[in-house]
Nanobody, 114 residues
């Protein structure tokens, strides 16, 4: 099973930026898609951004224009650049690898203060 390790979370003021990284233990090209999901306290986990093996991207409406997902196949990493952050973005962010099933990382906390 692929191992996914997220990093880059932290505390940021509203309007600020953060960049999250996900390091995979095997080639991310093997997966149909990679993505980021988030879960706020008391809420269900929701997809935020997805990038397919072909490079197509999909974003949740709530983050369109503010977040950008990218990948580096050589380094087996997937990143999420988050700009113009809002308090509503506060959540634990999880990296996910998608193939026949879903493989999740341990998550990294993002807190946006107003």
């Amino acid at each position: 099973q692929v191992q996914l390790v997220e990093s880059g979370g932290g505390l940021v003021q509203a309007g600020g930026s953060l960049r999250l990284s996900c390091a995979a233990s095997e080639s991310i090209f093997r997966f149909n898609a990679m993505g980021w999901s988030r879960q706020a306290p008391g809420k269900q986990r929701e997809p935020v951004a997805t990038i397919t093996s072909g490079g197509s991207t999909i974003y949740a409406d709530s983050v369109k224009g503010r977040f950008t997902i990218s990948r580096d196949n050589a380094k087996n990493t997937v990143s999420l650049q988050m700009n113009s952050l809002k308090p509503e973005d506060t959540a634990v962010y999880y990296c996910v690898a998608m193939s026949k099933g879903l493989n999740w990382g341990q998550g990294t906390q993002v807190t946006v203060s107003s």
